[in-house]
């Protein structure tokens, strides 16, 4: 009887041990994965404002022609890195996320398509298309936040 009593005890204080080493794995796992969103989220918002930024310098500054001016709105947009910080949050994110990040990149594709075609920044167009691309960035950045367990910023 002492010897069983051993072994049950044994057997009952290795199952605990298994049991308590695989929730703090589980845990540290968990917050591996939210940190990993969180960097993959950091860098594709900041993508998005770089490559609003330099399309804007562009359609800011003077052409030859407009074939020069489109071929170097769209140079800028994608020398910003936006599209690997896309492919990353479309591998990480989960589908609501993705899928405002994604209405994100195109309301910003679509001033990227305006400024190369000579729509003036400032013009009536060019602040349909801002006021677009800014609804689209509140709600990504909502969701993100939503996702990484970040209350609402309630400035937006």
Do not use: C
Not at 25 to 31: I, P
Not at 71 to 90: I, K, Q, Y
Request: proline content about 3%; cysteine-free; charged content about 30%.
């Amino acid at each position: 009887m002492p010897l069983l009593s051993t072994l049950t005890g044994a057997v009952i204080g290795i199952a605990a041990t298994l049991i308590a080493d695989r929730n703090r794995w589980r845990r540290e796992e968990a917050r591996h994965a939210l940190e990993l969103r969180r960097a993959v989220y950091t860098e594709y918002a900041a993508a998005l404002k770089d490559a609003g930024e330099e399309i804007r310098a562009v359609a800011l500054g003077d052409h030859m022609s407009e074939s020069a001016r489109d071929a170097a709105v769209r140079e800028a947009f994608r020398r910003t890195g936006l599209h690997t910080a896309s492919e990353r949050l479309w591998l990480m994110g989960p589908p609501l996320v993705v899928a405002a990040g994604n209405e994100a990149f195109h309301s910003l594709r679509r001033i990227r398509d305006a400024y190369a075609r000579g729509v003036a920044v400032g013009s009536t167009e060019d602040r349909t298309l801002i006021q677009e691309r800014r609804t689209a960035m509140a709600e990504m950045r909502r969701l993100m936040r939503e996702d990484l367990g970040i209350g609402p910023l309630g400035i937006e």
